[in-house]
């Protein structure tokens, strides 16, 4: 056995899925598809959420640079919703009600065939044999919880959700900070050393190792490159092989 841990977390983009595809197929599907999901969704329930999500984020944005009132009612309504969430993505917010509707977006391409996540290869099989030998997984990635929901049931290799036990997003806490571990671990009620953390971010590793937690780095195709004698402390693979693979 190569994982004494009884818990694998796994960091997604980057590490089990391709930065290309959230970089060049997912972020912009949801600016393409825009406005024709505002203006065919516009009395559904979901985006009324939505909408009510982005007309108070816009009511705490008004001072910032290019800044896009929402209008109220109307004929303008539908137009000032989009200009606003183009202005969002533009400037790259990581707000709340950005995120959702992105989720929504995804969702609705994912339902219709649009979108196929992305998966490497080697990832169903080896969380397989990881399961097999009585580990549990979770994931905790940036994306919402409901977007990874997605991408798993929609994934390339098929519907993959049933290998995880669950998923935690940054509403547990941001990634490169310490806290998040300890409260990802006190979530799942064991303790940080438990837990192998995977990612392809340094500093997102050692925020899990200053929590107790181990963590490896995943090199995989497209990923930034990383600082490399802040590499040497940690144990990096090319794919999720030698977690179950002597070498
Ligand atoms: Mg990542």
């Known amino acids: 056995m190569c994982v004494n841990e009884s818990i694998i977390l796994l960091d997604i983009e980057g590490t089990i899925t391709s930065i290309n595809f959230v970089k060049e197929e997912l972020f912009p599907y949801a600016a393409e598809v825009l406005e024709d999901y505002v203006k065919t969704h516009w009395n559904d329930d979901d985006f009324k959420e939505d909408l009510e999500l982005l007309k108070k984020q816009a009511a705490n944005d008004t001072s910032l640079e290019g800044f896009i009132p929402i209008a109220d009612d109307g004929e303008d309504a539908k137009k000032s919703v989009i200009e606003n969430v183009l202005w969002q993505m533009k400037n790259d917010r990581k707000t709340t009600a950005l995120k959702q509707l992105q989720g929504h977006i995804w969702k609705y391409g994912y339902d219709c ?126 794919t999720l092989d030698p977690l179950v693979n002597d070498e």
């Open 113 to 238: 065939g649009n979108l196929v996540g992305h998966i490497y290869s080697d990832v169903p099989s080896v969380l397989s044999k990881l399961l097999d030998e009585g580990k549990k997984i979770y994931t905790y990635s940036s994306g919402s919880t409901d977007a990874q929901k997605y991408l798993f049931k929609y994934s390339c290799m098929g519907n993959i959700s049933s290998l995880f036990t669950k998923y935690f997003d940054t509403k547990i806490g941001p990634k490169q900070i310490e806290t998040s571990y300890t409260n990802i671990a006190k979530e799942i009620g064991v303790n940080c050393s438990d837990i192998l953390f995977l990612t392809d971010v340094i500093e997102e590793a050692e925020a899990a190792v200053k929590a107790g937690c181990n963590a490896a780095i995943l090199i995989r195709p497209g990923n930034l490159p990383q600082d490399p004698e802040k590499l040497l402390k940690f144990r990096t693979m090319k």
